[in-house]
């Protein structure tokens, strides 16, 4: 059974860059046509996508996050991870990881519990 | 981008149907994967592909698709299916996703 474990610091500067990890176990992260994503949640609010990567390594990501964004993976440790620049407050928020092994990339299933990112000084 | 707009509140009567819809552009081309998001936890997909349920997901929770418009549909909602919702898709591009606003399910 595929399972998934954010990883990452509950509290960063602002203006800092914020760092989290997926761990994938139960399967492979290089498995054919399967995308790995990230997605957060303000306290409150709803979800938004933050990007996503294929299994090849192509990156799709938020348009409004573009700029501050890296998605990477590491296939030999089963894992991807999400890298955040120039934090502020607004990006206070529960930051999930997904995989979607469907090919469609919006199929997200299943999704790890989810880490609190706090950012303040 | 395209938006995905959701109804923020509904409530249904235990035992009764209720219907959650989710509209947008990007639905004439695309379909809806829906997710059930109980507090303090982390969301759960319900239906994708319009109308299919991964394992574990009861049968009264159906999916379905007009033009631009995706719903979910439960027949005899339960207590514990009060909880949020949220659709998703992709963008016009195919290559991005976007997330409705949510709807806040209340069974009465």
């Known amino acids: 059974q595929l399972q998934l474990q954010e990883s990452g610091p509950g509290l960063v500067k602002p203006s800092e860059t914020l760092s989290l990890t997926c761990s994938v176990s139960?399967?492979?992260?290089?498995?054919?046509?399967?995308?790995w994503g990230w997605i957060r949640q303000s306290p409150g609010k709803g979800l938004e996508w933050i990007g996503s990567i294929y299994y090849s390594g192509i990156t799709y990501y938020n348009p409004s996050l573009r700029s501050r964004l890296t998605i990477s993976v590491d296939t030999f440790k089963n894992q991807f991870s999400l890298k955040l620049r120039s934090l502020t407050a607004a990006d206070t928020a529960v930051y999930y990881c997904a995989g979607d092994r469907s090919g469609f990339i919006n199929i997200l299933d299943p999704w790890g519990q989810g880490t609190l990112v706090t950012v303040s000084s | 981008s395209s938006e995905l707009t959701q109804d923020p509140t509904v409530s249904v009567a235990l035992g009764q149907t209720v219907r959650i819809t989710c509209q947008g552009d990007?639905?004439?081309?695309?379909?809806a994967s829906w997710y059930q998001q109980k507090p303090g936890q982390a969301p759960v997909l319900v239906i994708y592909?319009?109308?299919n349920r991964p394992s574990g997901i009861p049968d009264r929770f159906s999916g379905s698709n007009s033009g631009n418009t995706a719903s979910l549909t439960i027949t005899g909602a339960q207590a514990e299916d009060e909880a949020d919702y949220y659709c998703?898709?992709?963008?016009?591009?195919?290559?991005?996703?976007?997330f409705g606003g949510g709807t806040k399910l209340t069974v009465l």
């Open positions: 998703n898709s992709r963008d016009r591009s195919g290559n991005l996703v976007v």
């Open positions: 990007s639905l004439r081309t695309y379909f």
């Open positions: 592909d319009k109308n």
């Open positions: 139960g399967g492979t992260i290089s498995s054919n046509s399967a995308y």
